[in-house]
Structure formats: C-alpha cells, structure tokens
C-alpha cells in the first residue's frame, strides 16, 4: 500500500536540534526523501537515502532509516530561523511515482 | 543544477477561462514530467505523470478532458485547464525527472508552483 505518515507540527528553539519522523508502508520503497516547502513556493528536494542504508549525513542533515519499522526520520542540527517551513517525507513507489505524507510544519522560535 | 521553471505564478482569471501552465527544465533533460494539485495545508496530489513526446498517464479521477497535458520537448511540459470554474482553484506544482537506469535515483525536481484563483 501507499501510507505515509506524518506529525503535523514541530516547534523548536532556534539553535536546537530538530527531528522529524516519517513512517510509511511499502517495504518495496527503494528511495526515500526528503523536500522542504516554503510559503507559497514548491518543493526542494533536502536529501534522499537508498534503501539499503541505515544513516546519510550531509552538512546539518542527518537521515536515519530503520527498515524494519518502515520508519524515517530527518534531524536538523542547529536548527535556524530560515528552517522553518514544511518538511514532506516521500516513498518512491514504482520506477516514477512519489508517495507524499501530509507534511511537518516546523516552526523555530527565537 | 537540476533547476525547474514554472510559469506563471499566479494566475486569476474568470470562470470559464481556459488557463496554461508551462513546466520548463532549465539545465537538464525532463524525459518525465508530474503535475500535481496541492490543497491549502494538505499534501501533494498527482495529477498526471507525462512522457517526452507520448500521451499523459492520468491518475484515477483526474478528467484528462479538462487537465490537458502536453509534452511536446524534453525540457517542457504544459498544463491547460480548460473551462476553468472555482472549484479548481487551487495551488499546481510541476515536477521534472531526467533519463534514469533502471532501479538508479533520478529525483524529482519542482516547480514553484502556479497559484490558481478562480473567479
């Protein structure tokens, strides 16, 4: 099936760390992603991770995937004013589709 | 790289008007492009999946009479709402995808979407 999940709402102190979990439920996923929504624009593709890995890190991203659980989840160290925004996890169903969750929006107050 | 243009941003126009929206790959080859709907608050919803020089494929309940796609060149892609009414109002976003392997990562690219109001 085609199921991802989402929290609908994170609020963090700017210059904590912010984590955003995803549970989906095809366990043929091959690519999971991450994109980030700003007001009123589309989406930015953050980072992905291959099935078979269990972390990727790139700079202030860190995704951890554990595939037993069919869980994702991205960590944002040092979160600043301009991460906030909306985080959408997606499962890449076949060869070309997506399956979005509903989004987290995250918040980062001063 | 990887940039995807989206035009225009913000359309408002009378009901009953037929509106285009066009998807551009600036700096790469879109052999697939998406279109999606996206409701305020929600999440992304596929329209159509489009192929360079063939025929949409369009999701269960999406009219393919009035979501017209057209994918004429591998770096554009066109949505035209036709006979436009309120209710489809809405926020589209495109998305573009270059030339993959099989089982290899081509992401998906987007648009900054096109905001539709429908008077």
């Known amino acids: 099936g085609e199921d991802v999940e989402q929290s609908l709402f994170l609020s963090v102190r700017e210059g904590d760390s912010s984590v955003i979990n995803c549970t989906y439920t095809d366990s043929s996923s091959t690519y999971l992603y991450w994109y980030k929504q700003e007001p009123g624009a589309g989406l930015q593709l953050l980072t992905y991770i291959f099935s078979n890995m269990d972390m990727k890190q790139d700079q202030r991203l860190t995704v951890l995937l554990n595939k037993k659980d069919k869980h994702l989840s991205l960590r944002i160290a040092d979160t600043q004013t301009g991460d906030s925004a909306i985080y959408f996890c997606a499962e890449r169903i076949n060869d070309y589709k997506l399956s979005f969750g509903a989004g987290t929006t995250v918040t980062v107050r001063a | 790289g990887a940039v995807v243009s989206q035009h225009p941003s913000w359309v408002i126009c009378k009901s009953g008007t037929s509106v285009k929206i066009e998807c551009r790959s600036l700096d790469f080859q879109a052999t697939t492009m998406f279109w999606y709907r996206q409701f305020p608050k929600q999440s992304l919803m596929l329209m159509a999946t489009?192929?360079?020089?063939?025929?949409?494929?369009?999701e269960q309940g999406v009219e393919k009479d009035k979501f017209l796609i057209n994918h004429a060149s591998l770096t554009l892609s066109t949505l035209t709402v036709t006979s436009a009414h309120p209710e489809d109002s809405s926020f589209y976003i495109c998305?573009?995808?270059?030339?993959?392997?099989?089982?290899?990562?081509?992401?998906?690219?987007f648009g900054d979407g096109t905001r539709l109001s429908i008077l």
């Open positions: 998305s573009a995808r270059a030339r993959a392997l099989q089982g290899s990562n081509q992401p998906q690219h």
């Open positions: 489009s192929n360079e020089g063939s025929k949409a494929t369009y």
